[in-house]
């Protein structure tokens, strides 16, 4: 069985398209037997990737920092709960839990545990990869970004083999099955 680490907003403030997209990848997860890894709040994305994976028959594990336990921020739906100290511990833990990893649409957060698992990637620490799913073109503007570090020298050749942009739910299970 496949673990699939997902990044995402907890943020409810959102889109209603981004929930869907959310789901449509928790009900992928179920589909494909994976184990849902993933930061284990009650809200926003995270939770409506749970939901929707727990439904569709997916092991769900929350990796969850002692802050969102003392503000009563974590989902019901956990089937294994992984308590952390803090984010740089969760991301830790989310990419050793992990076969894959996927990055939905997110905030500062999101940013921070893609570049985590990318930087600790091209030095050598593991091999895995980070996937984008560029719902509604998504990460186009961060993909342009490190397209000009690239052309300035300043990130290092292979990162397209590290992160990669998937454009649809297809591609995505094709990433998650070829693991």
């Known amino acids: 069985m496949k673990s699939v680490a997902i990044f995402c907003a907890a943020s409810e403030n959102i889109a209603p398209g981004y929930f869907e997209v959310a789901a449509e990848v928790g009900n992928l997860l179920g589909r494909l037997g994976a184990t849902l890894v993933y930061g284990g709040a009650r809200f926003g994305l995270m ?4 939901k929707a994976a727990k439904i569709s028959g997916a092991r769900i594990v929350g990796v969850v920092p002692r802050i969102l ?6 989902s019901s739906l956990l ?3 992984v308590p952390c100290n803090n984010l740089s511990d969760r991301k830790d833990i989310m990419l050793t839990r992990s076969d894959v990893i996927v990055a939905l649409p997110g905030g500062v957060g999101t940013l921070d545990e893609i570049f985590h698992v990318a930087a600790a990637a091209t030095i050598g620490y593991h091999s895995k990869r980070v996937v984008l799913y560029n719902a509604n073109g998504f990460w186009n503007g961060l993909m342009s970004v490190l397209g000009e570090m690239s052309d300035e020298g300043f990130v290092r050749a292979g990162l397209h083999n590290i992160i ?10 094709t990433i998650i099955k070829e693991v």
């Open 69 to 74: 336990e003392e503000r009563d921020r974590v």
């Open 79 to 81: 089937d294994e709960k």
């Open 47 to 50: 939770e409506a990737t749970a």
């Open 164 to 173: 990669i942009v998937v454009n649809s739910i297809e591609e995505l299970e």
